[in-house]
């Protein structure tokens, strides 16, 4: 069991270039999430889905997209990156009745 | 909107100190609070409590929640200097918002040797 694996563990993007962030569990869960964290600030949810082709806004959302095509896929998407997007991105995947969520290793992305 | 706040923010102990960490919540369709501990990389999950006044116990850690007062709290006896971390409170809010977690700040512990 790999459990929830991010590809690629570090990034750096010019502003205006965009990327796609991908995100696999094998646990068969169907809740999925992306969150970014920044200092200070914990964690904060951007994009979330509850199954197989649906998605979600968490709090943070904009400026960010993101599918849902498999259930153990979840891919998070900078269209045009900016430096407020600088950050730790974390995907993770629960089962809500069993309690916690898995998450992955993290994703430092740098947008200069 | 839901809200999830920690304290202290961070907090500096020497080995075999007790700390207690906090954390308060306002949600609405409460259904359950999460602790994580986080190292230097992804979060790995605690405890789970659902339950007001029962207390969950893993070693030297020991988590309890009371719903009526909305918070929880976090101890850990006989601290360790591999229990620096940050630890995140993070509360599950039912309804349309089920199985989506909003985490706290976060407090982070350093224990000293």
């Known amino acids: 069991n790999a459990g929830v694996t991010q590809t690629p563990k570090f990034r750096v993007l010019k502003t205006g270039q965009s990327m796609t962030l991908l995100c696999a569990q094998d646990m068969n869960h169907e809740y999925m999430y992306w969150y970014r964290q920044d200092p200070g600030m914990g964690l904060r949810l951007i994009h979330y889905?509850?199954?197989?082709?649906?998605?979600a806004k968490g709090e943070v959302p904009d400026g960010y997209n993101v599918s849902r095509l498999k259930k153990q896929n979840f891919l998070l998407g900078l269209e045009s990156a900016a430096p407020s997007q600088t950050s730790v991105y974390f995907c993770?995947?629960?089962?809500?009745?069993?309690?916690?969520?898995?998450f992955g290793p993290g994703t430092r992305l740098t947008v200069l | 909107e839901d809200k999830v706040v920690q304290s202290p923010l961070s907090l500096v102990v020497h080995e075999g100190d007790t700390v207690t960490l906090n954390c308060s919540y306002e949600?609405?369709?409460?259904?359950?609070l999460l602790w994580y501990k986080q190292e230097k990389k992804a979060p790995t999950f605690l405890f789970m409590l659902?339950?007001?006044?029962i207390e969950k116990k893993s070693g030297r850690l020991s988590s309890i929640l009371d719903k009526k007062e909305l918070f929880s709290i976090l101890n850990i006896t006989a601290t360790q200097t591999g229990d620096s971390a940050i630890y995140l409170c993070?509360?599950?809010?039912?309804?349309?918002?089920?199985?989506?977690?909003?985490f706290g700040q976060g407090t982070i512990l350093t224990v000293h040797p």
């Open positions: 993770a995947s629960s089962n809500p009745l069993r309690g916690g969520e898995f």
């Open positions: 659902t339950s007001s006044g």
């Open positions: 889905s509850v199954g197989e082709g649906t998605t």
């Open positions: 949600v609405t369709n409460f259904r359950s």
């Open positions: 993070a509360v599950n809010a039912g309804g349309t918002s089920y199985g989506k977690l909003t």
